[in-house]
């Protein structure tokens, strides 16, 4: 057993393998936090954090490997950027068009914010009947309205009494 571990351990002069680890230790400490980075744009559940730490610990213990104080200054740099890094992260989320889409949250058109104001006091025709709610063509477009004071029977006229991000409001238009 002796014998393995004198194999195993770097000979006295063995600079080369000093700095490979040195290499090793620093690529694998950035190839983790380009992961993390990643991990922001691109939804994997959390697999791709569970990597870049793997990559940051097995970076740490390169260098601890090489010198303790390369790996003590390496320890003190991952916990003080890692905080930043996420921070930055959670900071520019929002922003990215993944997670738009993971929350289906569509930023609204200059034309559909004017085109709902000024839908209120409009008039259009009910194409089916409204039960309370079915089918109005108001503008030269087809949506779904809600009748407000009962049931508005297909081919009225409507006006649009109130609207808003899920619903359109209408009355029936009296006639004579």
């Given at each position: 057993?002796?014998?393995?571990?004198?194999?195993?351990?770097?000979?006295?002069?063995?600079?080369?393998?000093?700095n490979s680890l040195l290499i090793w230790g620093v690529l694998l400490i950035a190839i983790g936090f380009a992961i993390v980075v990643l991990e922001f744009f691109v939804?994997?559940?959390?697999?791709l954090a569970v990597v870049a730490s793997a990559c940051m610990v097995v970076g740490i213990v390169c260098l601890f490997l090489r010198d303790t104080t390369a790996g003590l200054i390496a320890t003190v740099l991952v916990?003080?950027?890692?905080?930043?890094?996420?921070?930055?992260?959670?900071?520019?989320l929002?922003?990215?068009?993944?997670?738009?889409?993971?929350?289906?949250?569509?930023?609204?058109?200059?034309s559909e914010e004017t085109e709902h104001a000024s839908l209120v006091g409009q008039e259009g025709v009910?194409?089916?009947?409204l039960?309370?709610?079915?089918?109005?063509?108001?503008?030269?477009?087809?949506?779904?309205?809600?009748?407000q004071g009962g049931m508005i029977q297909a081919g009225s006229r409507v006006r649009v009494t109130s609207e808003s991000a899920f619903e359109v409001k209408v009355r029936a238009i009296e006639e004579g």
């Open positions: 057993m002796a014998y393995c571990l004198a194999q195993a351990a770097p000979a006295a002069g063995a600079s080369g393998s000093s939804p994997s559940a959390g697999v916990l003080i950027a890692m905080p930043v890094v996420i921070g930055w992260g959670v900071r520019l929002p922003e990215t068009p993944i997670f738009r889409w993971l929350t289906l949250d569509a930023p609204a058109s200059k009910a194409v089916k009947d039960h309370p709610i079915g089918p109005c063509t108001i503008n030269g477009k087809r949506m779904e309205c809600l009748a």
